[in-house]
Every structure is written in C-alpha cells, then in structure tokens.
C-alpha cells in the first residue's frame, strides 16, 4: 500500500489525480479557505449536492478537472486542453485532512485539499500572458 499524503503537504494536481485513479481514494478540491476549515467533507458533501458545479466551494478532484475543461473551452475554444495547462503551469493543492467515509460502494479513504486562492492562481496567468500592449 502506498503511503497517502499528510496534512500540510502541497500536491500537484495531476499527481493527485493519478493517485486517486491508483490508490482508489477520493480527493477533494477546495476552493474557499473558510469552509475548508470549518466543516467536514461529509457535511458539504451533503451541503452542495444540488448546487451547480460552477458554483460549488468544493469539488471531487474529476469533477473538478471537467468543469475546468468545460470553462477553458469557453475562453480558449475547442482546442483547450487543462491537462496539458497543468503540465505546463503546474499548480498544487494543500493537504488539510485525511479520513475515511462512507460511499455507495463501501467504505473509501478520502484527502481534503485546499486550493491557491483565485486570485493567486490569476496573479500567475496574468504574469504569463501573451499579447498585452503596453500604451
């Protein structure tokens, strides 16, 4: 068995993405610092359930790569690929838990990861972008 990431460890998300698919664990991604913090995954789980993707604080680590496939198509068109983004701007989640729940197929490990804040993760496409003009 492979030793599962500790809190306060920083993990790329393509790393923790192979590593669900390998281990069979769940990984969720957290977007918001606060509600990371303050609640437990089951409960938002619970919490978000009916909320669109687009609006929820917190995302299983493969839904969070097709909705951000879904919004690099919008911007960038069909050729968007966020795989291939992350492998050339990596970007790392915080471990924050580690627990065990309750699934529909049994008892899974899970990690709780907090990701770069918003405007973090812009600040670095704002540093890399092409085509701006200086006036």
């Known amino acids: 068995m492979t030793e599962y990431p500790k809190p306060g460890d920083t993990v ?6 192979d590593f669900r698919i390998r281990e069979k664990i769940n990984v969720y991604l957290y977007m918001d610092e606060e509600i990371a913090a303050n609640s437990t995954v089951e409960e938002d789980i619970k919490k ?11 995302l299983e680590i493969e839904d969070w790569f097709k909705n951000m496939q879904k919004q690099m198509k919008q911007i960038v068109g069909p050729a968007a690929n966020v795989e291939q983004m992350l492998k050339e701007q990596p970007l790392a989640a915080e471990i924050i838990d580690t627990g065990v ?3 529909p197929v049994g008892l899974r490990p899970y990690l709780k990861c907090l990701l770069p804040f918003i405007d973090e993760m812009e600040e670095i496409e704002v ?3 092409t085509g701006i003009k200086n006036q």
């Open 12 to 17: 790329d998300l393509l790393t923790l993405r």
């Open 48 to 58: 978000y359930r009916f909320t669109d993707m687009d609006f929820r604080p917190v």
């Open 101 to 103: 729940l309750e699934t």
């Open 127 to 129: 540093r890399q972008a």
